[in-house]
């Protein structure tokens, strides 16, 4: 299966503690983006990267919050000292530049914080 | 901002039922318009999408139409099936730039036999 791949799948930490999420985008595809979904709502965006360059970044993405896609190809999104407001579902999608910029997204990684 | 709002779930229905999803957007400019699709535990997947006025998406025997003049995307189906149940959520991007999605918050459908 050559789909975008998120790990861990589920992640429970305790309040205060730092967490790390990897996505592996599909290995053509040079747009990736991160998105929150919490509970009965939409995804929404967090954060952007064309190649290995952050583009754009939403206002939700608090200083505890950092992403990085070293090389263009994996990327990694850190969340410092966890809030239990910061428990949710975290998305990832990749897609390409120009004719079919089709999203293709990954099953997503859980975040329980206690 | 650009917003989606779609309507409240969720629904239940009988299968071979005729399904019915509104959705309407507020945005600047001409953007795409998109449903995407979550089976129970599977990730989203693009269901159709349309890019400009008056364009119909197909897919799967669903459909929606982009109607400028009233920003709405409403997605239907003549029959539904069992299989069909899942969250469905209507999005919008903007071409250029980012692309990134905007999405409503999504509907869950239910398909009783």
């Known amino acids: 299966d050559t789909g975008v791949s998120q790990n861990p799948r589920h992640k429970i930490t305790k309040r205060g503690q730092n967490v790390t999420f990897r996505c592996d985008p599909i290995?053509?595809?040079?747009?990736l983006y991160w998105y929150r979904q919490t509970l009965g709502q939409g995804p929404e965006f967090l954060t952007y990267?064309?190649?290995?360059?952050?583009?754009?970044k939403s206002r939700l993405l608090s200083d505890r919050f950092s992403a990085e896609r070293p090389k263009g190809s994996f990327s990694t999104l850190e969340i410092q000292r966890t809030e239990q407001g910061d428990s949710a579902m975290y998305l990832c999608?990749?897609?390409?530049?120009?004719?079919?910029?089709?999203?293709?997204f990954g099953q997503g990684t859980r975040l329980t914080v206690v | 901002g650009d917003s989606v709002t779609q309507m409240e779930g969720p629904v239940t229905l009988s299968e071979e039922a005729f399904l019915t999803i509104n959705c309407t957007y507020t945005a600047t400019g001409y953007p795409s318009l998109f449903w995407y699709v979550q089976y129970p535990g599977e990730g989203l997947q693009l269901l159709l999408k349309?890019?400009?006025?008056?364009d119909k998406g197909s897919n799967k025997g669903f459909e929606a139409t982009y109607r400028k003049e009233t920003t709405s995307f409403h997605l239907e189906k003549g029959s539904v099936q069992v299989s069909d149940s899942a969250v469905y959520f209507c999005?919008?991007?903007?071409?250029?730039?980012?692309?990134?999605?905007?999405f409503g918050k999504g509907t869950k459908l239910t398909v009783n036999p």
């Open positions: 999608a990749s897609s390409r530049t120009g004719g079919n910029t089709e999203a293709f």
């Open positions: 290995s053509e595809h040079n747009r």
């Open positions: 999005a919008l991007s903007k071409q250029g730039g980012s692309e990134k999605l905007v």
């Open positions: 990267f064309q190649n290995e360059a952050q583009l754009e």
């Open positions: 349309a890019t400009k006025a008056d």
